[in-house]
């Protein structure tokens, strides 16, 4: 099986920054595309970025130019970066990963939690 345990999360005043990170680990032959999403409290998971095994990125308008992902295939390891926060910005972010372990399956983290205010 495999874990993707996410963490970087916390309190942190407008106009800061926060970086997250989630560790996958497990029986893991490959990983694929890795993305970051995010719940706000009373609205639906809306997808944040995503990175291809190649580097390849997309991010939702709401967070270019802010928000940058990056992975290190190595350590099986994605990163969002996350500067200019806004309180809007404020949700729990998951991290998921569509990897090939003994079946090819797209796996979820439990969240970490980003509150922006002052």
């Known amino acids: 099986q495999v874990q993707l345990v996410e963490s970087g999360g916390g309190l942190v005043q407008p106009g800061g920054s926060l970086r997250l990170s989630c560790a996958a680990s497990?029986?893991?032959?490959?990983?694929?595309?890795m993305g970051w999403y995010r719940q706000a409290p009373g609205k639906q998971r809306e997808l944040v970025a995503a990175?291809?095994?190649?580097?390849?990125?997309n991010y939702a308008d709401s967070v270019k130019g802010r928000f940058t992902i990056s992975r290190d295939n190595a350590k099986n390891t994605a990163y969002l970066q996350m500067s200019s926060l806004k309180p809007e910005d404020t949700a729990v972010y998951y991290c998921n990963a569509d990897v090939r372990t003994v079946h090819r399956g797209v796996f979820w983290g439990q969240g970490t939690r980003v509150t922006v205010s002052s």
């Open positions: 990175i291809t095994s190649g580097g390849s990125t």
């Open positions: 497990g029986t893991i032959f490959s990983i694929y595309a």
